[in-house]
């Protein structure tokens, strides 16, 4: 991965680049935002830069000897460290002569490696439990960076880089770490041995242990701007359309084309016109059915659920007070929105906005679905119920 394999993030890159020429490289640095802003791209491409022993023009030479290793990612000074958990691949791959036997990120690193380079980086936290068969995050199940990991990784560290250049640890998704394994590398993330640069990829930052957190140099990055993606979209003749699901996201983009491309097409608007029939007919049978049947969808699913609700609930909002030319609505959306507008006004578009990005963001951060579901239909019950719409 190349600065130029970064979609967008212009102003990010600059600084990078500027950092690393001008040579002040923060030992621990923490690149903070979704992936499908790039993060884990940027991390990658910050890497090849610092190593490359021919930069020119704000990139690497791609054919020095660093380069040329960090094609594959196998540079010898290139560490990753990732979530995991005991899967039967990674019990088949140490036992086809593995070294531990403990399950450590190197167990699946052949996996990674693969999986990063064909998506450049753009992957989820979802989509690489699934290439490592761990499950569903949405059900609670997620991998961890535990000790044996963290004690694999002091173990490199005690040898110097290999030739020119400095060791470069790519720490993803920090916010998996477990308290015994941030303990064991505490000390190294304080005083780094010398030359070695921990470049944390992030998607939570407040979810990561606050001894490591305070330790590290904070990069926030934002979504990709509007124009990035509509030329990304253009540039690789994809549906203009996608542009207004994608939260400046890549990744949500990447999810809908797989789902089309595999028939899975996933139709929010059914799901969205059950939750307010049950709202507005106070129907809670119904609506504990409602959440149970929706706990179930996977986090992608979720994700662009709540996206394109509030997309919908605002566009209700504006058709309401008159001022329909400003909404994004889909031609399948048309009626039901001329249908349901009369329902949301001044009086309950800001609580059920609200309510919509509280639980998307207990969603994000790994709350039981279950319960933030069922919690999340009755409370937005009290906004649509008949009763509350006569007052
Ligand atoms: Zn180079």
């Not at 190294?188 to 930052?205: C, I």
């Not at 699913?301 to 329909?324: A, D, P, Q, V």
């Amino acid at each position: 991965m190349f600065f130029t394999d970064i979609i967008g993030q212009e102003n990010i890159k600059n600084i990078l680049r500027e950092n690393i020429d001008s040579g002040r490289i923060a030992h621990a640095q923490l690149f903070e935002g979704k992936s499908g802003y790039g993060t884990l791209t940027l991390a990658i491409a910050y890497a090849r830069y610092l190593n490359c022993e021919n930069r020119h023009n704000g990139e690497a030479c791609g054919v020095c000897k660093s380069c040329y290793a960090m094609n594959t990612l196998e540079h010898p000074n290139l560490h990753f460290v990732f979530p995991s958990n005991k899967t039967k691949k990674a019990e088949m791959m140490y036992n086809d002569g593995s070294s531990t036997s403990k399950v450590v990120s190197d167990s699946y690193i052949s996996y990674w490696r693969k999986l990063i380079l064909s998506k450049k980086g753009y992957i989820t936290e979802q989509e690489w439990y699934k290439t490592i068969g761990i499950g569903d995050v949405s059900k609670n199940v997620s991998g961890i960076i535990g000790r044996a990991d963290a004690k694999a990784l002091k173990e490199k560290l005690i040898y110097k880089s290999i030739g020119k250049g400095y060791k470069v640890i790519i720490i993803w998704l920090p916010e998996r770490m477990n308290i015994e394994a941030s303990n064991t590398l505490l000390k190294e993330f304080e005083e780094p041995s010398e030359m070695t640069v921990y470049l944390f990829v992030s998607e939570n930052s407040s979810a990561i242990i606050p001894t490591v957190l305070s330790r590290t140099q904070q990069i926030n990055i934002p979504p990709i701007k509007d124009e990035d993606i509509k030329y990304y979209l253009q540039k690789n003749k994809l549906d203009d359309n996608l542009f207004y699901q994608s939260q400046g996201d890549i990744n949500i983009i990447n999810s809908i084309i797989d789902k089309k491309e595999n028939n899975e097409n996933f139709s929010f608007l059914p799901i969205f016109q059950n939750l307010m029939r049950c709202c507005y007919t106070d129907n809670y049978l119904k609506l504990i059915d409602w959440s149970n049947d929706f706990s179930t969808l996977n986090r992608e699913e979720i994700k662009s659920f709540f996206y394109n609700s509030m997309r919908i609930l605002r566009s209700c909002y504006i058709t309401n007070i008159g001022l329909k030319k400003l909404s994004v609505i889909y031609p399948e959306e048309k009626l039901f929105i001329k249908n349901f507008a009369p329902y949301i006004n001044d009086k309950n578009i800001e609580n059920l906005i609200s309510i919509f990005e509280k639980c998307f963001l207990d969603i994000s951060r790994n709350g039981n679905s279950k319960v933030v579901m069922s919690h999340f239909a009755l409370t937005v019950c009290k906004h649509i119920s008949s009763k509350s719409i006569r007052k």
